[in-house]
């Protein structure tokens, strides 16, 4: 009968019964009958706003239902049940939904459930912007990890604006001492937070601190320690970051601690941080990481053109398959970029080993005499619409089933990897700047050559390239990743950057991709064929041929 009538419809006595049924599948059909009047969140359901006599109402419909909801989500052994609960959050006015969510959360055996941790979460997540404190309770009844996580996360990102919710928080968890509970703080303020260099320290952060140092737990293990320590120094506390330079100059230590360490000094960004980081050059296992540190720093210390050399001086000491990071780095500031086409030019640094892609990063940083170079290296900058319709032309004609026949899959599969992996994923294996090509249309041969010699004739708005100038003189190019109100993350073909805004000095989208137009310039006719048999062959194939 309850599946049978409309919300409107439903008698009280009708929506009791069935409630209280045996059957979870008709306890679900009841909720969503009794709230199926009320509106989801109007950004949400594009629904039509609410008069306030009506949100009035709905408001009386929802507090007089509230304790029905509550009991069910407390009581209720069905996960569908307590799903449909979960779902019906984004229904309820905000401030009942507190209530409801505190009673959800505290079931364990749902914690690595798929759905309902994060189906909570986006009903919570209106309560950040009105009443962020009443997020505090949610999270101390909880027990989903995510969920607990995403809180402070959010809360985190307020930590400036609003700090009394995150405040109130850490001091209800070190009151608690519980080492899952602690791990969560400290995993979701490291989301929160990331990306920033500087923040103000809640008032219980030393209490939270002391507590979690007592500690002897699975939970709090090496990598947690070093997330407390980092959000520490974040937090400015100097004694914090006089760890962090004992364990970075220690010979002794683990050799994970060591690059923890570096990766927070280099964060950090102290005055003596060239005297810690250029002695590492030449370290097998560290030298990346001092690379990247001296790449960053902006003290007015740094000696940029000494630095580029140093890093380009070093090259060879870097094992074959980070020699591309480094490049990256060093194609990040005009000074850097200097010291790689000088080091290039005498043959210190293969000139083949620099892709398109660090050409085109080079030209973005507009220096006339280093724009010189990059033409005598790599040629002109810009081929005409004409031009490349010829191309195209030229080369449809040149690739015929027998030359394809000739082809080296093997061979071309290595070229994909050398020229093309950083960007672009195939068969699972790759980069993720570029889409997918796993199910592009790669038996075209006239799709593949037009996208390959004009990338940028059609190009989605996930994939166009945007260079952000920061403010101390780096140019970094990459894709926009994700954004926050704080910081933005690009990913530039080796690695996520993300930066604080405050640090970017102008952020220019373009109409370009990031693939480069010129990528087959540096290849002979017998690897365009491989690499074009290889892009065309319809599964993966051995890297080398049998």
């Known amino acids: ?38 509106p989801l969140d109007d950004a949400m359901s594009g629904q039509r706003a609410l008069s306030e006599a009506q949100r009035s109402a709905v408001a009386a419909q929802a507090t007089a239902l509230l ?77 989903w990890p995510l969920t607990r996580q995403l809180i402070v996360w959010r809360l985190s990102e307020e930590i400036e604006a609003r700090p009394q919710a995150i405040d109130a928080l850490l001091q209800q968890a070190a009151k608690k001492r519980d080492p899952s509970l602690t791990r969560d703080v400290v995993l979701g303020m490291t989301a929160g937070l990331k990306g920033w260099r500087k923040a103000k320290a809640p008032a219980a952060w030393p209490e939270f601190v002391a507590m979690a140092g007592t500690m002897e737990s699975p939970d709090i293990n090496e990598s947690l320690k070093n997330s407390l320590r980092d959000l520490s120094i974040l937090f400015g506390d100097g004694r914090a970051m006089a760890d962090v330079r004992l364990v970075a100059l220690d010979v002794a230590a683990d050799p994970a601690s060591r690059l923890a360490a570096l990766a927070t000094l280099s964060e950090s960004q102290p005055e003596d941080l060239a005297e810690i980081l250029v002695p590492l050059l030449k370290e097998a296992r560290f030298n990346v990481a001092a690379a990247r540190g001296l790449a960053q720093w902006k003290s007015e210390k740094a000696d940029r053109p000494l630095i580029g050399k140093q890093i380009a001086a070093s090259y060879r000491s870097f094992r074959a398959p980070v020699r591309p990071q480094i490049i990256a780095l060093l194609t990040t500031r005009k000074e850097y970029a200097r010291a790689l086409m000088q080091a290039v030019a005498e043959e210190k640094i293969p000139a083949a080993d620099l892709t398109a892609f660090d050409i085109r990063q080079m030209r973005s940083l507009r220096d006339k005499d280093l724009d010189e170079q990059l033409v005598t290296l790599w040629g002109g900058v810009r081929e005409t619409s004409a031009d490349k319709r010829q191309t195209i032309a030229d080369l449809k004609a040149k690739l015929t089933t027998d030359i394809f ?95 604080e805004r405050s640090e970017i000095a102008e952020l220019s989208p373009t109409e370009q991709s990031p693939m480069p137009e010129e990528i087959l310039k540096p290849l002979s006719p017998e690897q365009v064929r491989d690499l074009i048999a290889y892009l065309k062959h319809p599964q993966q194939v051995p890297l080398t041929n049998p």
């Open 405 to 499: 026949a000739q082809a080296s899959l093997a061979e071309g599969r290595r070229l994909f990897t050398q020229h093309c992996s950083k960007c672009h994923k195939l068969y699972g294996e790759g980069g993720a700047i570029g889409p997918d090509l796993t199910g592009a249309q790669r038996s075209n041969l006239d799709y593949l050559l037009e996208n390959i010699i004009d990338p940028s004739a059609v190009v989605s708005k996930d994939y166009r390239m945007s260079i952000a100038e920061l403010e101390d003189g780096r140019v970094i190019s990459g894709v926009i990743v994700e954004q926050t109100a704080r910081t933005l993350t690009l990913q530039t073909q080796t690695e996520r950057v993300t930066l």
């Open 67 to 143: 304790p029905t909801l509550q009991k069910l989500a407390e009581t209720d052994p069905s996960a569908l049940v307590r799903l449909t609960l979960a779902s019906t959050l984004q229904r309820l006015p905000i401030p009942l939904r507190p209530a409801l969510a505190a009673a959800l959360v505290t079931h364990p055996e749902d914690a690595n459930d798929h759905n309902l941790p994060l189906m909570v979460w986006y009903g919570l997540i209106p309560l950040a912007d009105v009443a962020p404190n009443e997020l505090v309770p949610v999270f101390m009844a909880s027990q």
């Open 1 to 38: 009968a309850v599946l049978g009538m409309q919300s409107e419809t439903i008698d009280q006595s009708t929506l009791q019964q069935a409630l209280a049924s045996d059957d979870e599948a008709l306890r679900a059909w009841a909720i969503r009958l009794a709230t199926d009047t009320f």
